[in-house]
């Protein structure tokens, strides 16, 4: 079973990682950041990211999440792809606070398998705030990166595909749901 960072903390614009060996080592400094303003109450969007059923209105064709410290978040977008080529498989919540974060670690796409079968994940912070008129600032931020090409060239489809996740949550938005 692939490990998950442990510990992540930012100091003076660099990140720090507890590797799985228990050695310090510094990361890439890329940070992927995307901010969106959407037509949904802070009770929605929340619903939206942390449920299974929230999740399946505009994040991938199915999923398993359990809403804990260690806890599943896995993304599935293509139930026909051999098992482990699914999508977000064996990811991890790392941390929540209800209504406002939630952080899990991410794997890289199957057209990447070096990195997507290695043993570093990047991680995931996705940050809420409830602004006036029931809508809410969304605010994903990817970190975690390693030095290298091929690292590049990952941090490269994340920084376009974080854009589409959040222009099918403000479609879900517009739709008429319960929890809008």
Known sequence: MKKVLALAVVVQGLCYSSSPAGDAEILNDKIIRKIRIVNCSIDSVWWKWTTHDGLRTFFGEDNNIELKVGGSFEIYFSMEAPSGSRGSEGCKVISYLPKEMISFSWNAPPSFPDIR????????????????????????????????????????????????????????CKKNNPHR
């Open 117 to 172: 079968n290695g043993e570093h994940h990047t991680w995931v912070v996705v940050m809420l705030k409830a602004l006036k008129g029931n809508r809410t600032e969304v605010t994903i931020n990817h970190l975690g990166w390693l030095k290298g090409e091929d690292w590049n060239q990952v941090h490269n489809y994340f920084n376009k595909a974080w854009i589409t996740v959040l222009d099918r949550l403000e479609a879900s």
